[in-house]
């Protein structure tokens, strides 16, 4: 079973930029896809993005595409998240899941495994 471990949130203004990292263990890692998801205070959790198992195919949700990047590096069992031109409204516990199923996907319950999460908090 693959445990999961984000880094890298914190405060940042808006328009500047964060990078999370999600560093997995016990598990081929490069069997899983894997993604991106958040959840704000009040709300349910949502996608953000998620990438293939080789990183050739990624989704983004719309409100995140162009400013946010996925990728992920298979020899360093890590999957990141590359968030620019951060606005308020990103503000949320970011979290990152494994799914065991092929393809590339966008629902919550399509994902196994997560990870613990991390806050980001971007002021105005």
């Known amino acids: 079973q693959v445990q999961l471990v984000e880094s890298g949130g914190g405060l940042v203004q808006a328009g500047g930029s964060l990078r999370l990292s999600c560093a997995a263990s016990?598990?081929?890692?490069?069997?899983?896809?894997m993604g991106w998801f958040r959840q704000a205070p009040g709300n349910e959790r949502e996608f953000v993005a998620a990438?293939?198992?080789?990183?050739?195919?990624?989704l983004y949700a719309d409100s995140v595409k162009g400013r946010f990047i996925v990728s992920r590096d298979n020899a360093k069992n890590t999957v990141y998240l590359q968030m620019n031109s951060l606005k308020p409204e990103d503000t949320a516990v970011y979290y990152c899941?494994?799914?065991?199923?092929?393809?590339?996907?966008?629902?919550?319950?399509?994902?196994?495994?997560w990870g613990q999460g991390t806050q980001v908090t971007v002021s105005s």
């Open positions: 990438i293939s198992r080789r990183g050739s195919s990624t």
């Open positions: 899941g494994a799914s065991n199923t092929p393809v590339v996907l966008t629902r919550r319950d399509g994902y196994d495994y």
């Open positions: 016990r598990g081929t890692f490069s069997r899983y896809v």
